[in-house]
Structure formats: structure tokens, C-alpha cells
């Protein structure tokens, strides 16, 4: 049973470029969250997704940032725009349903912009 | 907005139990308490939940007081490969993960 898949694992976009970020959740997992880190800050959360809807985003930037989770396929976290404040790690958890659960991380895509 | 508090550092000499409390008073009846680290800038680690009994698996233990509001993780025989931010959340099993600034634990030769 793979684990949570983050690709790519490390991304360099030159600013002004669009960055895409992809998370493959475990097998049987509904639930996406998606958390930055900034070099040397805690994690912070973004936004939680199920399949197709968006269920709290109150962690995502108002612009140039945007999620979704498809009915097939991996969720994507998109930047549009990247500038150098964008330069950061970026992790993927995902859960199952159910009461008591456990939510399990990838190993996260650094961003850098140069 | 994290629920809960920690001592933001502990030392813990190699080969002893390391014990980590975590406040959290505030919690709700629906709410578990989750066990997770972060070692170096790899992704957060699962370690271990609980309700309101005391819990073990292969990687720790988890006790949590009668009254739920504070709990303590307690890795049985640390290794330097244990140091680690360990981060104490509270949560349903439907809210996100909310990261507080954790404790750092590092483990001494």
C-alpha cells in the first residue's frame, strides 16, 4: 500500500511562471489537506478537499492560488504567477472517512523561484 | 489557533524514555488527541491518537489523563534518529490538522 505521492519533489520556476503540484492520495483516501512551509516557519494549513469539492480553503492566498480534487486522478495545487515569496514546501496528507482517523503526509514538493 | 501547548524544547539522553506533554483543556468530547513529527524538512510523520484511553504501537505510547486535558507521548528508549518537532493536536476525525510550533526533542549521545 503506497503511501501519500507528492510529485515532482522538487520544482524551480522563474517568476512569473505557473507552478503545478500534484498529490496522489493513499488508496482509499478521500480527504486531501495541503499545508506550506516556509524555509524555517511552522506548517501552515491551505485548504482541505473531498473528491470534487472544496471543504475549507480558509488557508489559501486570495490570488494565484487555487486547488482542486477530481473525481479521477490527483489533487493539484496550482500557482499562477509564482513569485520569490512563493519559494517554499509544500505537503499533501490525506485520510479516510470515518471517526478516529489518521491523516498520513507525502514527503512534500519544494518550490523554488528564481 | 492551535488548541494545544507544548514546552517549545526538551533534551532527552539516547537510550532513556523521552516524555512529552501536551496541554490541551480546551478539548471537546468528539475531539482526539494526535501525536505527529517532523524530522529535518522531511513530510510530517504519523505517530500515534487517542480518545481517552492510554494507547501503544511500535513507535510509542500515548497517555492521556482521566479528565482529557493533558496527555504525554512517551517514546520508550530514544535514538538520535528521534530528533524531531513533535507536534500534540487535537482534532475530529473530520477537521483539518492544525500545526502549533511543536517541541523541538533532541536526543544526546
Redesign the interface.
Known sequence: NAG?MQNPRHLVRRRGQEARLRCSPMKGHSHV?W?R?LPEE????MV?LQKENII?ESGMPKERFSAEFPKEGPSILRIQQVVRGDSA?Y?C?S?PQ???????????TRLTVV | DAKTTQPPSMDCAEGRAANLPCNHSTISGNEYVYWYRQIHSQGPQYIIHGLKNNETNEMASLIITEDRKSSTLILPHATLRDTAVYYCIVRTSYDKVIFGPGTSLSVIP
Open positions: 501519500v489537506y499545508y512551509q511552522g506548517l501552515k494549513f482541505y475549507d514546501a505537503f496528507a485520510s470515518g471517526a478516529g482517523t489518521e491523516a498520513f503526509f507525502g514527503q512534500g
